[in-house]
């Protein structure tokens, strides 16, 4: 039976996030409940869009799971912990999407080059194809280059936070933002004025 077409009239536009630097405070590898720290601001940024019934969106690669360091469960608990704590804020992720494979991984079976590790954009289809999701309408937020790769080769605009996480210093891809903020404030106004264009 072939997919239901989605009727494009209903497509809307969706800001899609990068896990850790963005949402969360560390940008480094993170495996365990005590390295969970919700970055600053994120909370009224989410709510902003959540009260527009603007899709927010996690896209994240979780090589912690191909290292074996973490259960592809355990990565969906520390993403829950992180919805609850998003709750008591009155704000909300719509939906998480990671990647647990690695093409270097110790786990053989994750031992793949798959279509959903960024700066492939698999996930970022899912999403579209699950939630309804206009990409070319769409934001996509990071600190690293393979998150502004992935969101420009799925065609959404790029913002590069360059006081979070990385910065785009990690110099993976030689790729520029469509646009830079420093913060999240910065990232929320633009937004504003993106989606209103």
């Excluded at 390295?35 to 090589?63: D, E, G, H, M, Y």
């Excluded at 912690?64 to 008591?88: M, P, Y």
């Excluded at 309804?132 to 690293?144: P, R």
């Amino acid at each position: 039976m072939k997919p239901k077409r989605l009727n494009k009239k209903l497509w809307r536009p969706a800001i899609f996030l990068d896990r850790d630097g963005i949402l969360t405070q560390r940008h480094l590898l993170t495996w365990r409940k005590n390295q969970l720290k919700l970055a600053p601001k994120i909370a009224s940024f989410i709510r902003f869009f959540n009260n527009k019934n603007i899709p927010v969106i996690v896209i994240t690669n979780q090589p912690v799971v191909a290292r074996d360091w973490i259960s592809e469960k355990g990565v969906e608990k520390l993403h829950n912990i992180l919805q609850t704590r998003l709750n008591k804020r009155k704000a909300f992720i719509d939906k998480f999407y990671f990647c647990p494979h690695h093409p270097n991984a110790n786990l053989k079976e994750y031992r793949i080059k798959c279509n959903c590790r960024k700066p492939r954009i698999g996930l970022f289809r899912k999403a579209a194809r699950e939630l309804n999701i206009n990409i070319k309408k769409s934001i996509s937020i990071g600190d690293m280059t393979q998150d502004i790769l992935a969101g420009k080769r799925a065609g959404a605009k790029t913002i590069l936070l360059t006081k979070s996480g990385y910065g785009g210093k990690d110099n993976k891809y030689k790729i520029k933002a469509d646009f830079e903020c420093q913060n999240l404030t910065g990232a929320l106004k633009l937004s504003k004025e993106l989606l209103t264009k």
